[in-house]
């Protein structure tokens, strides 16, 4: 199993720009979930998404969009980059069923910095 | 709403001398407790958790967490820890109805030589 994968790994963005982060899982999980590390603050959810066409928002959503339309991808979408989404984005994924159903895995991150 | 406090932000210690790191959350309900750590240039993984059971957990590489309900409580212990323990640690809690995780703040732990 490859886990979670993240690409691209780093990029760089001009403000007002838009690009795709790339997620995918090959453990058959249905909950996956996008996190952005800033320092300091530790991680915070940004969307999350129990199922295929399903998902919803966390903590910090504005200025990302999601869908799910496999159980696989979970792409993360930024439609115009501002400075403030300078971050290292990572992605996660879990099982679902019982209380087994937090414990995530997490792919090794792609870091953004927007100009 | 739920939250995760980390009270130390930054632990400098020597090789083998005794690690404690705090994790307080708050939350009425029955959690999940998750301990991970993050190497530098690396993502997270699991060091241990907490679903249900003995309080007191033993994970990976020699750490282990002691669950305080009644405090509200997941430390996070070593009895003698070396430089490759140099990394970011993060406590986490989750809810069982929900795939969401409340990560702390994290600890930067170094470990001079």
């Known amino acids: 199993n490859a886990g979670v994968t993240q690409t691209p790994k780093f990029q760089v963005l001009k403000t007002g720009q838009s690009m795709t982060l790339q997620c995918a899982q090959d453990m058959n999980h249905e909950y996956m979930s996008w996190y952005r590390q800033d320092p300091g603050m530790g991680l915070r959810l940004i969307h999350y998404s129990v199922g295929a066409g399903i998902t919803d928002q966390g903590e910090v959503p504005n200025g990302y969009n999601v869908s799910r339309s496999t159980t696989e991808d979970f792409p993360l979408r930024l439609l115009s980059a501002a400075p403030s989404q300078t971050s290292v984005y990572f992605c996660?994924?879990?099982?679902?069923?019982?209380?087994?159903?937090?414990?995530?895995?997490f792919g090794p991150g792609t870091r953004l910095t927007v100009l | 709403a739920q939250s995760v406090s980390q009270h130390n932000h930054h632990v400098i210690l020597s090789e083998a001398a005794s690690l404690e790191l705090g994790c307080n959350y708050s939350y009425g309900g029955t959690v999940n407790l998750f301990w991970y750590v993050q190497y530098p240039g690396q993502h997270l993984q699991l060091l241990l958790k907490y679903f249900s059971g003995d309080p007191l957990v033993k994970g990976i590489k020699g750490f282990e967490a002691e669950f305080i309900k009644s405090k509200f409580s997941f430390n996070l212990r070593k009895p003698s820890v070396q430089w490759s323990d140099t990394a970011e640690y993060f406590c986490?809690?989750?809810?069982?109805?929900?795939?969401?995780?409340?990560f702390g703040q994290g600890t930067t732990l170094q470990v001079k030589p």
């Open positions: 996660a994924s879990s099982s679902s069923g019982g209380r087994a159903y937090n414990e995530q895995f």
């Open positions: 986490a809690v989750g809810s069982g109805n929900t795939g969401k995780l409340i």
